[in-house]
């Protein structure tokens, strides 16, 4: 076999990233760790599912349509968008998961030699793709488990192009009330593209907490990521979106990959914004098991971060890859934390009371 030269073919900046690793099919960590159910707490996932419209669109989706390309640029998905929203059709951009707007808006505005700004504790994936695209990633340390906005602006120089701010953060919970990012935006002042990330919008109820397309009137640098992965309950199908004013859209989408959003997704997303009740049932849910959770924890006498979103985070007393097995021989997979720089921190999603009673007692026996 003739062999490739690599080392000549391979930029430093991807020789340097270490690849994202999957978790293995449930079927198979079931077989690995010995456990016979297993209750995902791993991904933020809605346990209700998807809501009863976009379950009908589903069951009825007609096999010969897979044969055809879907809609290249989700039409209808974002007419409908725009309708509720207030806004043009021509300012979203659908992408296979908010994952993958992600890699637009980067490749849209960076450059070799320039950077990027976001926190070292929050969603991995700005950094990642920032990384293996060889740009530089400053990382501002969070403060009290929140995105530091005087700490971002500081890391500002004349080669940063995008600011990602994911509000509320994941894993902490945390968020910039209104003023605060109205601050932050006014001092970033059109220099750079600010880029809200708001994959739990439909989770906080808090008041102050700023919707970020209610600004776009007013900033145009401003871009925001909506997903249908969380609270909609379509991760499976790989929808989400970036929403921003048309002159930055119109730069964007040359760097989008038409037809990466299938026909199944952009139908079942449809449906799933005529929901009736099911994102306040879940909401209510999400609430009262998370108050449940808190509580038990309380009783074990373990330290906790919590805000807003659909988990929780949790310090613990041994090495939190170890908790991770142990937990999955029980039968409850949860986030291990070293990877989002929080050793000995696990991050726990919202489930059923079923699902939150099987990790508590899971957990219990495995710090007993
Ligand atoms: C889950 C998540 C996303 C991405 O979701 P997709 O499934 O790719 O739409 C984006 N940002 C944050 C903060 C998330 O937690």
Known sequence: MLSVSLD??????VKRFEPYLPSKPDLELMKLYGCDRLFRLNNNENPLGPPPEAREIIRRFKPPKAAIYPSGDSYYLRQKLATRQGLDPDQYLVGNGANEV?????????QEGDNIITADKTFAVYEWVAEFSGFEVRLVPLKNFCFDDQGMLERIDERTKILFLCNPNNP?????DE????????????????????????F??????????????????????RTFSKMYGLAGLRIGYLVGSPEVVNVIRRTCVVYSVNEVAQEAALAALNDGDHMQRTRILVSAEKAFLLRELQRIGLETQAGEGC??????????????????????????????????????????????EAFVKALRDILA
């Open 102 to 110: 992600i890699a637009f808006v980067i490749k849209a505005f960076c």
């Open 204 to 225: 906080v109820e808090k008041e102050d907490y700023p919707n970020g397309i209610k600004l776009l009137g007013e900033y145009s640098n401003l871009v925001v990521f």
């Open 8 to 13: 000549k073919l391979v930029p430093e900046y």
């Open 311 to 356: 988990y929780v985070m949790i310090r613990i007393p041994i090495s939190d890859t170890l908790a991770y097995r142990k937990l999955m021989a029980q039968g409850v997979m949860i986030r291990s934390m070293t990877g989002f720089r929080y050793p000995n921190w696990i991050r726990v999603s919202i489930g059923t009371h079923e699902a939150m």
């Open 179 to 202: 003023t605060t990012l109205r601050r932050f935006l006014d001092s970033v002042s059109g220099r750079q593209i600010v880029v809200v990330d708001e994959a739990y919008f439909e």
């Open 172 to 176: 902490t919970g945390t968020y910039w």
